[in-house]
């Protein structure tokens, strides 16, 4: 293994604790670029999420509908019929939606 004579060294002179800087003179421009490309990217994300919220959101209400407009019968044949064809993701379904329904009643007292 060979050794690299920079390493443990102590630093002198003027540009002790920088970090391949050549001096001040380039650096504010190119901070403020920088913020901007992270400010351009953070606004693009922004607008994707929101576009995927009002697209979510439009399909739950559309479900909400369909389950306003929905007989009661129909629901519970539909729930038995899901939970024979996938009876491991309906147990995990009915145990989250227990939990929750537990801490908006334990959260009340």
């Excluded at 443990?8 to 391949?20: E, F, L």
């Excluded at 650096?27 to 929101?50: D, F, N």
């Excluded at 739950?60 to 899901?82: C, P, S």
Aim: hydrophobic share 35%; net charge positive; aromatic share 2%.
């Amino acid at each position: 293994m060979t050794e690299n004579p920079g390493i443990n060294q102590p630093t002198t002179g003027t540009n002790a604790g920088t970090t391949g800087t050549t001096g001040g003179a380039g650096t504010a421009p190119a901070l403020s670029q920088t913020a901007q490309q992270y400010g351009q990217k953070l606004q693009e994300a922004a607008t994707h999420a929101k576009d995927y919220v009002a697209d979510k959101a439009s399909v739950v209400g559309n479900k909400i509908k369909d389950l306003q407009n929905a007989d009661i019968g129909e629901l519970a044949e539909n729930a038995k019929e899901y939970a024979r064809r996938k009876p491991g993701q309906a147990l995990l379904i009915s145990a989250a939606v227990g939990l929750v329904l537990g801490l908006l009643v334990r959260g009340r007292r």
